[in-house]
């Protein structure tokens, strides 16, 4: 076989396979495949534009999804499960979130290699495999069911509520007037999270302005904290826990050797004390009056009694961490792994980075930007400033040739430069700041209950801005007499409350916009009824569809606490982010020409990322239903 004839595989099919309105001949007389199901309509041709060439002065062009979703990363992950996971176990179980991260970077290559190719985004493509759009609308209906758990704009009203209380830390269990307080603030939140969404012209470039400011003013923040006030020790613990592969919680004693003494290295938290394991106490107190008892008791200065306090310290002795390989090849057993938090670990996983399907809109914002074929396709304009701007019903491919297959591989390593140099250190970074600051800041075993997540290292910063120990930068450098003190340790304070604010509240924007957007750009190819709406009036549906989620998210805004929403969210996102790797595994494979298919390499690691994310997702339902 010639290499012309390995370049141009696909024979044009009969006329009659596209006649009666299907895609005609392009101007070269390339006929459009029509691969998967027939149910939807054939891709229309066009021609591959040419990628742009990097200039290192042009830089800021080349911002592109990466910066969207990055922006968007540091979020409800690396912010709240911060406090209840890295507090607890150190930066020993981030190997978890490394894996997580490097697999989605994977993920979103790969699906939008599927929009350079046809200007669809990822979600349109899957619904073309067999056996067709209505076994999939329901299929990920079922998968994208926790994206209608508002978990972020529950959280943001935390630190909204603490500044409005004057500095005490919100009770929604115990004082109802505190309850409504949080309810009506998250409210708040969410319907402003709809503003940005209707103005601006392109959804996707308010979205844009919207991340970029959060990246700058959150990441800028961070990093002083994280130079000024944060131990040398601290960032190895951090930056070590990324690559401590195999390391598991466990519960255990600190006197390791058995010799009834603290000796180096067995001070897990720092106290001073050997510790050994204290028993969790089960809820005892049936708040809501439903017949289950759903929280506990409380103790003489009003804290929920959740455990023994044997030592009286008022933390949690017991949890600790080891590594699988180490305990086999050093004492010839597997550590006994606790489970006890395992929703929540399966959570940091599941949401370092994007996560779920919130990894999908990527495809969109590529399409959305003009890359590859997307040029010819349009873009999703908001309600109001959003004239001129349509968004064609059907995806455009190009004829695989020797002209165009360079271009095509100039536009897949855009792509991937886009998701290494961007969005791949934002998640790291996004995820290592606040974890740092959990760390350095909260003592080891500390707990956050059902309403405080979002401000536990709020107080820890204040204390320590206040008063600076020796080691860190402040006080090494003699800036603490100049950055000290009680004004000083306030607005620190008040700086990570707001901090904590604008990590979760602009995050929210963009998940609405996600979740919108993929159902949005699904039906709008795939429904026979909105195929003949003229495309200018993509908006107005856009628009009502916000306000259909809106409702739902507000229902279950109001029914539950913010870890709650967490965690049911994020058990959906393992098992919906694990079968959607393989699902695009597949679907680029087969719809896609042979010449623009990924190779073994990304097809195994694909099928790894998948089953990665779906054992996660098993491990914490298990949890939650009592099996482990």
């Known amino acids: 076989m010639t290499d012309e004839s390995k370049l141009r595989r696909d024979d044009p099919p009969a006329p009659e396979s596209f006649a009666g309105g299907g895609a005609a001949p392009g101007p070269t007389g390339f006929v459009p495949p029509h691969p998967g199901s027939r149910k939807m309509p054939r891709w ?40 209840l996971v890295t507090a607890r176990y150190g930066g020993a179980l981030l190997w978890l979130a490394t894996l997580s ?56 009203a ?13 009770d929604p269990d115990a004082v109802p007037l505190h309850w409504w307080m949080h309810k009506l603030t998250a409210t708040g939140i969410f319907v402003a ?5 209707i103005f601006g012209g392109k959804v996707y470039n308010s979205l844009k302005a919207v ?11 961070l990093l002083i904290v994280a130079l000024l006030y944060s131990s040398p020790s601290t960032w190895v613990d951090i930056g070590s826990g990324f690559f401590k592969l195999g390391t598991v919680p466990v519960l255990s004693g600190e006197d390791r050797n058995g010799n009834g003494r603290l000796d180096p290295g067995e001070d897990w938290d720092g106290d001073g004390h050997l510790d050994v394991v204290e028993r969790r106490l089960e809820p005892t107190v049936d708040s809501d009056g439903d017949g289950r008892p759903d929280t506990w008791e409380r103790g003489p200065r009003g804290q929920l009694l959740k455990h023994e306090d044997l030592d009286g310290d008022g933390f949690l002795d017991g949890p600790n961490v080891e590594n699988v390989f180490a305990s086999w090849f050093g004492k010839g057993v597997l550590p006994t792994i606790d489970f006890t938090l395992i929703a929540f670990i399966a959570a940091m996983a599941a949401i370092a980075g994007n996560g779920g399907l919130s990894n999908t809109p990527i495809s969109n914002f590529t399409r959305d930007q003009g890359w590859g074929m997307g040029h010819h396709v349009g873009a999703i304009p908001s309600m109001v400033g959003g004239q001129g701007i349509t968004l064609s019903h059907v995806g455009s491919v190009f004829e695989v040739s020797r002209e165009s297959l360079p271009r095509w591989r100039r536009w897949y390593r855009h792509v991937v430069r886009d998701q290494c140099a961007i969005w791949i250190p934002a998640c790291f ?46 006080s090494m450098t003699g800036l603490s007499e100049i950055l000290g003190g009680t004004a000083w340790g306030n607005l620190f304070w008040a700086s990570t409350l707001f901090c904590g604010f604008l990590v979760l509240a602009p995050t929210m ?70 079968i959607s790797c393989c699902h695009t595994l597949i679907l680029n494979t087969v719809l896609l020409p042979r010449e623009l298919r990924p190779g073994w390499f990304v097809r195994i690691a694909m099928m790894l990322g998948g089953l990665f994310f779906f054992l996660l997702g098993l491990a914490a339902t298990l949890r939650e239903l009592g099996q482990i």
């Open 193 to 197: 999270s709809v503003i940005p969404l």
């Open 429 to 474: 970074v996004g995820l290592a700041l606040p974890s740092m600051l959990s760390v350095e800041f909260l003592r080891r075993g500390t707990e956050a209950d059902r309403w405080n997540a979002a401000a536990l290292t709020a107080e820890g910063v204040g204390r320590q801005a206040a008063n600076p120990p020796e080691g860190v930068l402040a």
């Open 158 to 170: 935390t630190p909204v509520m603490i500044l409005l209380l004057g500095g005490q830390m919100p």
């Open 44 to 83: 229309n041709s066009g021609e591959l534009i040419d990628a742009p060439r990097f200039v290192r002065k042009h830089w800021y062009a080349f911002l592109g999804p990466g910066l969207v979703a990055g922006a968007g990363a540091i979020g409800g992950g690396e912010w709240l499960l911060g406090p």
């Open 211 to 221: 991340m970029s400011v959060k990246l700058v003013t959150v990441f800028g923040f």
């Open 101 to 156: 991260i490097l697999a989605q970077g994977l993920y979103n290559i790969e699906i939008s290699r599927y929009t350079l190719y046809t200007g669809e985004p990822i979600f349109t493509g899957k619904f073309r495999t067999a056996p067709g759009p209505r076994f999939w609308l329901v299929v990920y209906l079922i998968l994208d069911f926790g994206s209608v758990f508002p978990y972020l704009a529950a959280t943001a």
């Open 509 to 578: 924007v963009g998940h609405i916009d996600g979740v919108v957007r993929r159902w949005l750009d699904t039906i709008w190819t795939s429904s026979s009824t909105l195929r003949k709406v003229d495309p200018a009036r993509i908006g107005r549906i856009y628009f009502g569809l916000i306000m259909g989620y809106s409702v739902l998210g507000l229902a279950m805004l109001w029914l539950n606490a913010p870890t709650a929403l967490i965690k049911f969210a994020t058990i959906s996102y393992n098992f919906a982010l694990g």
